[in-house]
């Protein structure tokens, strides 16, 4: 659901953009791009699957909407911010909206941090830093720098990421449907990067 953030992104720009709407090619090459994750992620053999909840995908549909709009908003405002402030600010805000809602809901009932193993913390550290703060703080920054759509294939190369590692750390086998998704993925990007490179960096 979240691999079809690029597409929201092409969309979005193609409704408020009348100069700079982005080519038909940019949204036949991240077809390619979706297909290749789909190929990536399906299961190889058959998997007991439970029921799909509409209303859970809808959610993410409009998590993934809500993230492009976010992304071309930024973009487009002046570079009077730096992109570690801007990340900042988001993220903060983000978090706070967060717990808030986690504590309606009584998620914190009963909670104890003295019962959050080393390892969690760790854990937690990690994704604080390294998943947050430094790739968003990144993801900001190439919104400076290029166009969202190219930006935005992250979401191509994440899955692609994490079954490498899997395969390399964790000895994981690798099937000839991952291969083929992932030979899509790094077509589809190529050929965004190409139809996007030439054209400025919108902003306000």
């Known amino acids: 659901m979240l691999a079809t953030i690029?597409?929201?992104?092409?969309?979005?720009?193609?409704?408020?953009?009348?100069e700079d709407r982005p080519k038909v090619m940019t949204l036949a090459a991240l077809v390619a791009g979706l297909a290749g994750v789909a190929l990536f992620m399906a299961p190889s053999?058959?998997?007991?699957?439970?029921?799909?909840?509409?209303?859970?995908?809808?959610?993410?549909?409009?998590?993934?909407?809500?993230?492009?709009?976010?992304?071309?908003?930024?973009?487009?405002?002046?570079?009077?911010?730096?992109?570690?402030?801007?990340?900042?600010?988001?993220?903060?805000c983000g978090g706070a909206a967060l717990l808030v809602a986690s504590s309606l809901n009584g998620e914190l009932t009963?909670?104890?941090?003295?019962?959050?193993?080393?390892?969690?913390?760790?854990g937690l550290a990690y994704l604080t830093i390294a998943g947050s703060v430094v790739a968003f703080a990144a993801y900001v920054w190439l919104l400076d720098h290029a166009r969202a759509p190219l930006?935005?294939?992250?979401?191509?190369?994440?899955?692609?990421?994490?079954i490498g590692l899997g395969?390399?750390?964790?000895?994981?086998?690798?099937?000839?449907?991952?291969?083929?998704?992932?030979?899509?993925?790094?077509?589809?990007?190529?050929?965004?990067?190409?139809?996007?490179a030439s054209a400025p960096v919108e902003r306000a």
């Not at 690029?6 to 009348?18: A, C, N, T």
């Not at 941090?113 to 080393?118: D, L």
């Open 110 to 122: 009963g909670f104890s941090p003295s019962q959050v193993s080393a390892v969690s913390w760790a």
């Open 167 to 196: 395969w390399a750390v964790l000895g994981e086998h690798l099937t000839l449907q991952m291969l083929a998704g992932f030979s899509l993925v790094v077509v589809s990007v190529i050929a965004v990067w190409r139809l996007e």
């Open 45 to 92: 053999g058959p998997q007991e699957t439970g029921p799909i909840a509409p209303l859970m995908v809808l959610i993410l549909l409009g998590a993934a909407f809500m993230w492009a709009a976010g992304s071309i908003i930024s973009q487009r405002q002046n570079a009077s911010i730096s992109a570690v402030t801007s990340a900042s600010m988001q993220l903060l």
């Open 151 to 162: 930006v935005a294939t992250y979401t191509f190369v994440n899955p692609i990421i994490a």
């Open 6 to 18: 690029p597409f929201w992104l092409v969309l979005i720009r193609f409704v408020i953009s009348v």
